[in-house]
Nanobody
Framework: QVQLVESGGDLVQPGGSLRLSCAASETISNIYTMDWYRQAPGKQRELVAAITSGGSTYYAKSVKGRFVISRDNAKDTVSLQMDSLKPEDTAVYYC??????????WGQGTQVTVSS
C-alpha cells in the first residue's frame, strides 16, 4: 500500500506561482506513473499532468506551458511547478500513482486558490 502525501497548496494571486509536492511512502521509481489531478467545486476530477517512470510527460491543454511536472526517484517525490496561475486553476490538487491506465493510489489532496 503506497501512501501519498501532498503539500504546497496555498492562496496565491493571479499570475503568481506555487510548487506542489507529493511524497510517497515507498519506492515509486521503477514502478509507477505519477499523476497530478485537480477537482474544482461542481466539476469532475481532471488529469492535469503525468510523468512516467522513464520521465515522459503529459500535460492537459489548459496548463501546457505554465505547469511543469517532475519526479525525484531517489527521494520518492513528485512535484508540480505552477506558474502564471489563473483563477480557473483554483481546485483541490491530488497526487496519484498508477501502474497502468487506472489509478492505484490517491493522496488526500491540497487546496490551491487563485484569487486577488
Amino acid at each position: 500500500q503506497v501512501q501519498l502525501v501532498e503539500s504546497g497548496g496555498d492562496l496565491v494571486q493571479p499570475g503568481g506561482s506555487l510548487r506542489l509536492s507529493c511524497a510517497a511512502s515507498e519506492t515509486i521509481s521503477n514502478i509507477y506513473t505519477m499523476d497530478w489531478y485537480r477537482q474544482a467545486p461542481g466539476k469532475q476530477r481532471e488529469l492535469v499532468a503525468a510523468i512516467t517512470s522513464g520521465g515522459s510527460t503529459y500535460y492537459a491543454k489548459s496548463v501546457k506551458g505554465r505547469f511543469v511536472i517532475s519526479r525525484d526517484n531517489a527521494k520518492d517525490t513528485v512535484s508540480l511547478q505552477m506558474d502564471s496561475l489563473k483563477p480557473e486553476d483554483t481546485a483541490v490538487y491530488y497526487c496519484a500513482a498508477r501502474r497502468g491506465t487506472t489509478v492505484d493510489y490517491w493522496g488526500q489532496g491540497t487546496q490551491v486558490t487563485v484569487s486577488s
